[in-house]
Structure formats: structure tokens, C-alpha cells
């Protein structure tokens, strides 16, 4: 519709919307986010929450103890080899639409921990990462730009056509692998389909 | 509190046989340590933990070494005739010393308030004879930190209670703060990468599947 017209027609007091814009509008505000916190970074997660910041500013201040009613998982802090099958495992359990948010160093890249033994370069090894923070922690004003982020990028979603979202193409995964325990790493190391390490260009010298 | 010597002669003179050993530390801290023999280790350990002038109730840290296989250089005096005289020289002769792992167990008394006492416990070797007494009898918060130390240095305590892994998952087979410790190769990419990463680098794209 001619944004002149909806402007016009808004003045008569007839709202007019379209229903990508209604359906997305209302994915939009209520993104409720699974209420589990892996290290510091859930300390500033809680703390976006509370009044002083107030997440419920954004609709998105309902923590859900249960992935079944989440839509957003924030990945706040170090994701341990240990701990990553179940990490991934809540995130198969969550119903889609969903998306991920990996808050902090350590969640987007093993952060210091990098290249020790027990800790994952990233939990986009398993999951598909809709926003990245860094910081170590980030502090709140962080986490709410990611959600509005987020908020964005949902609203650019399409109902229909190719490039539609994820849960609205059915051959499009929902659940993704989850690494088992080997001897030496988890196996596998990461998932391919979801992530695959940048091509190193060297020069010739 | 009683200084370690002092310690050490009453362990001696209440345990006959017990084989004590005082390790001095030369560095700022100057905090010397007991070696115990394993046989003893959990009668010195009672010891400590009962006499009334000690009372070390609570063992707030207990960690574990890995020692490998090293050369140690030690100064000898040495008799010598130079020029037709005899005298006495200092000569550097090197010694190798055999690997072993080693647990350290730091005792304080919340009674008297005062410590540390720090005991240690040493293995044989770093393979097959990685035993060791489990001192969770004597004191009960020992069995975490010694679960931990069987994970991550590979010390099997006998007697323990309850001895699985506890950081790392339970098929998982290595032990990663030993130090010959070989991480997987999961060098994935560093955009500047340098010194110890570097070499994971190296080894990482020498091999052929990695090209």
C-alpha cells in the first residue's frame, strides 16, 4: 500500500497493515527468551531484565524455564565441551520460529579460553547465531541492541518466496546435530552445515 | 604455630618408621613442605589432624604436580689432587631424575586458627604406579579436589569413595594438565597467529588433509 494513502487514511482513523506486517510485528514484541545463564555473562543478562535496564520495554522480559515456550535462546557465557550436547540439545527442544543469541567472548569464540581443552570456539560450531556481542561481559545496553537487532531482523522477514525464514520452509531443519563425547574432542568438532572456518588467503612472501 | 622441623620430630617420635621428608622452598614465600610416604600417608594425616597442639581440621586446597622425567643439576664436593695437593672442588655432576606426579594438600586449623601445613604425596611413576592413598577419611572435602586430580593429572587414589571423573565427561582419555598433554588438532583459524598458536598453525596445515 502507498505509505501517502496509510498516512491518509491513518488521519480517518483506518489503520491499515499488511499481514507480513502484522504477523511480524507480533513475533517481533514478544520474544521470550529461554532463562538459562552459563557463566558472567548471565549475571549482565539478569541484570538487562531488571528495572534499571527493563527488557520488558521490548517485550522480551518473559524468561521462560522451559525451552517448549521459548523463542530466544541467549547463549550468556563460556560454552564448556561438557556442557555444549546440552546446550544444543535445548535448543532442538525449543519450537520454531527461534532464534539464538550468543552473548559475550566466550560464546561467540572461546574468548580467552580459546585454545584451551575444555571449552568450545564458539557455540556457532552447532547452532546458527542470529546476533553476536561481543564483550567480556557485554554490559546491558549490549544485550538490548542485540535484541533490537534481532527485532530488525525479524521485521525484514518474508511470509512467502525464496528467501522466506527458516521455519517457514519445511525442508529447512529444525533440530540440529547434537556432538557426542569422544576420547580426545567432541565429535564432530563442529557441524558443517552450520559452520565451516573462514578460508585463510596467505600471501606469498 | 610450631615451625615444620618441630612438626616433623613429633610426627617422628608418635609414628616410628614413618619416612618424612622436608622439601625447603627457596623462593619469597618460604613456605617448606612434608614429604610423606604413601604406607604412612593416612596415619601422618590422622596425626595432624588429632593432636592437640595442631588440630588441622581443614584441608583448603589440595592440587596435584606432574613432575616429568628430568635432569637435575646438583653441586658435589669432590676430593681432588691438583698440583700434588689435595683439596676440596665443587664439581656440577647431572643426575637424571625419574618422573613421577605429586599431590599437594594444604591444611590449615579452624580451631586454632593457624596454617598452612602442606603435606605432599608422591607417586612412583607417571604410568602405571600413579597410586596414592586417598586422604577423604581424613579430611572430607578432599574427595572433590582429589576426584579433580584423578581427572586432569591422572593420580588414582586408593580408597577413595567415590573416584570418577568430575570435570571433564567419563570417556574422555586423556589427562590435560599433564604435561605432555596432546590436545586434538582443532587449530581452526587465527587470523595473526603467534607463538604456541602458531606452532598449532604449523603442525596443523603440514598435514595433508588440512591443505
Redesign the interface.
Known amino acids: 500500500m502507498d505509505e501517502g494513502l496509510r498516512s491518509e487514511l491513518s488521519k480517518q482513523g483506518i489503520f491499515t497493515i499488511t499481514l507480513e506486517g502484522l504477523y511480524n510485528w507480533g513475533r517481533r514484541s514478544s520474544v521470550w527468551p529461554l532463562n538459562f545463564g552459563l557463566a558472567c555473562c548471565a549475571i549482565e543478562m539478569i541484570s538487562a531484565s531488571m528495572a534499571r535496564f527493563d527488557l520488558a520495554r521490548f517485550g522480551a522480559e518473559v524468561f521462560r524455564p522451559t525451552p517448549r515456550q521459548a523463542d530466544l535462546m541467549i547463549v550468556a557465557g563460556t560454552v564448556t ?2 556442557m555444549a550436547p546440552q546446550v544444543v540439545r535445548l535448543y532442538n527442544q525449543m519450537p520454531e520460529p527461534k532464534y539464538v543469541i550468543a552473548m559475550g567472548a566466550c560464546a561467540i569464540s572461546g574468548g580467552p579460553f580459546k ?1 584451551g ?2 571449552v568450545l ?1 564458539g557455540i556457532d560450531r552447532y547452532l546458527p547465531v542470529d546476533v553476536h556481542i561481543p564483550g567480556c561481559p557485554p554490559r546491558p545496553e549490549a544485550l538490548i541492541h542485540a535484541l533490537m537487532t534481532l527485532q530488525h531482523k525479524i521485521d525484514g522477514q518474508r511470509l512467502a518466496g525464496p528467501d522466506r525464514p527458516r521455519h517457514l520452509r519445511a525442508e529447512a531443519p529444525s533440530e540440529f546435530v547434537i556432538p557426542r ?5 567432541l565429535e564432530p ?2 557441524h558443517p552445515d552450520v559452520w565451516q ?2 578460508a ?1 588467503i596467505r600471501g606469498e612472501s | 604455630m610450631e615451625t615444620l622441623e618441630q612438626i616433623k620430630a613429633r610426627i617422628e617420635a608418635a609414628l616410628p618408621g614413618a619416612g618424612l621428608r622436608l622439601i625447603p622452598n627457596d623462593s619469597p614465600a618460604n613456605q617448606p613442605s612434608l614429604l610423606v610416604d604413601n604406607a604412612h600417608a593416612v596415619a601422618v594425616a590422622s596425626f595432624l589432624r588429632e593432636d592437640a597442639q595442631l588440630q588441622l581440621d581443614y584441608a583448603s586446597n589440595v592440587t596435584g604436580i606432574d613432575w616429568p622425567e628430568s635432569v637435575r643439576k646438583e653441586k658435589v664436593k669432590v676430593k681432588k689432587v691438583i698440583d700434588g695437593v689435595e683439596k676440596e672442588v665443587e664439581e656440577l655432576i647431572e643426575k637424571k631424575r625419574p618422573g613421577f606426579l605429586e599431590a599437594v594438600y594444604h591444611l590449615y586449623s579452624m580451631t586454632l586458627k593457624q596454617g598452612p601445613v602442606i603435606l605432599r604425596l608422591r607417586t612412583e611413576n607417571r604410568s602405571d604406579k600413579a597410586h596414592l592413598p586417598s586422604l577423604t577419611a581424613v579430611w572430607r572435602g578432599a574427595e572433590l579436589q582429589e576426584r579433580e586430580i584423578y581427572d586432569l593429572f591422572g593420580i588414582v587414589f586408593d580408597q577413595h569413595p567415590d573416584l570418577r571423573r568430575i ?8 589427562h ?1 594438565m599433564r604435561k605432555d ?1 596432546v ?2 588438532d ?1 587449530y ?2 587465527e ?1 595473526t597467529p603467534h607463538d ?2 602458531l606452532e ?1 598453525a604449523k603442525r596443523h596445515y603440514a598435514s595433508e588433509a588440512n591443505r
Open positions: 565441551k561438557k585454545q581443552y575444555n570456539k563425547f569422544g576420547a580426545h574432542d568438532p563442529q572456518p573462514p585463510v | 570435570l571433564m565427561w567419563d570417556g574422555f582419555q586423556d590435560p598433554y590436545e586434538p582443532d581452526e583459524y587470523p604456541k598458536v598449532k
